[in-house]
T-cell receptor
């Protein structure tokens, strides 16, 4: 069965610090997709990134970067020079193509607080 | 206008009442999903539908039912609400995805409190 673990329940940093959110996943499928979503205090879920299992290239989008390593089953998310507006709960999620009809399995989430 | 809308946004009800949460989307997606979010547990899938005639149970479907009235509408019902169904409920939609995967787009959520 698929599983996503976000071991960091809460992280607190001071503005401008870099912060990395960890995500470890388990799957038996060879084709799968990994996602990160942001949930700000207002409550909505905002899609940040999707990665498929065939593409291990790291990705950078502004202050956000993602490191996908199949060897360690990890898909970590780094925010560079954090800002107060980055404060949110961040969810990592997994979708198995072959066995789960592309349903998402979410991790428990990491609450990030960026203090001024 | 939002692509995925949910009504109501907030609801307080009493144990034993029947409640319906509604979801509508203008994204033209075939696939729709209902999740619930509880503190410390992330989101868990209740039901999902790949088209109007295809409805499937998720990991926590007991106590819930759904109706896919049209491609754009997917409703979640609690036939007899109980307090442990107090949670934040999200509707989501996606394309089939193919090799590109299926990014799911979420509505704003419905906060349900069962007293």
């Amino acid at each position: 069965a698929q599983k996503v673990t976000q071991a960091q329940t809460e992280i607190s940093v001071v503005e401008k610090e870099d912060v990395t959110l960890d995500c470890v996943y388990e799957t038996r499928d060879t084709t799968y997709y990994l996602f990160w979503y942001k949930q700000p205090p207002s409550g909505e879920l905002v899609f940040l990134i999707r990665r498929n299992s065939f593409d291990e290239q790291n990705e950078i989008s502004g202050r956000y970067s993602w490191n996908f390593q199949k060897s360690t089953s990890s898909f970590n998310f780094t925010i560079t020079a954090s800002q107060v507006v980055d404060s949110a709960v961040y969810f990592c999620a997994l979708s198995e193509w072959e066995t789960s009809g592309s349903r998402l399995t979410f991790g428990e989430g990491t609450q990030l607080t960026v203090n001024p | 206008d939002a692509d995925v809308t949910q009504t109501p946004r907030n609801r307080i009800t009493k144990t034993g009442k029947r409640i319906m949460l509604e979801c509508s989307q203008t994204k033209g997606h075939d696939r729709m999903y209902w999740y619930r979010q509880d503190p410390g547990l992330g989101l868990r899938l209740i039901y999902y539908s790949f088209d109007v005639k295809d409805i499937n149970k998720g990991e926590i479907s007991d106590g819930y039912s759904v109706s896919r009235q049209a491609q754009a509408k997917f409703s979640l019902s609690l036939e007899s609400a109980i307090p442990n169904q107090t949670a934040l409920y999200f509707c989501a939609t996606s394309d089939p995805g193919g090799l590109g995967g299926n990014t799911q787009y979420f509505g704003p959520g419905t906060r349900l409190t069962v007293l």
